[in-house]
């Protein structure tokens, strides 16, 4: 039987894109995150916030915030579409500490904060961060790259040290997963050809920075009152994306991907 999962929330419907580098941001889409780096191993990031009303109308960007990705920059990731030909199609792998590049959709958001309060707030799905809550990296598992309440699950992982204790990384250092989002890099939720594999990495997410400049082990990092103002923004019925590039796949994919 199939480890329940807690994370794959999914705004998009029945995420009718096709896995092709031609395919563009859904015209459904009223929300956009566009995350920009210099180039394939930069760590310092822009992270810009766009909305539009309809798909004919243009976008509106709502400010540019400083951001950073992982410690060994970018790689393409397994997402909405599939890498354009002729581009650098390395894809990132578990552990290479580099943030995936492209084009996805957003799971569950997640904090320290109970549920009934979120909801007050947040439009956006929302896990409280219990101490039974882990993210599971080692890929043996049914769950690999899924975040489940180990109090209900089977426990099926071999290494647990490679499973991530949520509310750990959300009370100690910089409290990372304080606020967060789960990214849907490497979901089964993707289309054909980018769903999840065992190799390709687990929990990606957007958090909280240890500062600017310091890289993560491939997630998006922001400050504080930047992560909050994502949360309390994300709308499921805009059904808002992620698209993360460097700046030289930014120019390319720009026409093709029908972004701002």
Known sequence: MRTPILALFVALGALSWSAQAGAQIPERTQQLIVVRTADWQ????TLERFERNAPDQPWRSLGVVPAVVGKKGMGWGRGLVMPPEGGNADFRQEGDKRAPAGMFALGTAFGLMEAAQAAKTLKWPYLHLSDSIRCIGDNTSQAYNSLVDV??????????????????????????YRWGVFVNHNV?????????DRKAGSCIF?????????????CTAMSQPHMLAILRWLDPVKQPVLVQLPESEYQQLKTPWLLP
Do not use: F
């Open 206 to 218: 957007l958090h909280l920075w240890k500062g600017p400049g310091i890289g993560t082990s491939g």
């Open 188 to 196: 089964d939720s993707n289309p054909p050809g980018l769903q999840r």
């Open 42 to 45: 930069a760590i310092p990031a």
């Open 151 to 176: 109090r209900t699950v089977q426990r099926d992982w071999q290494r647990d040290q490679a499973n991530e204790y949520m509310r750990m990384d959300a009370i100690r250092d910089e409290g990372a």
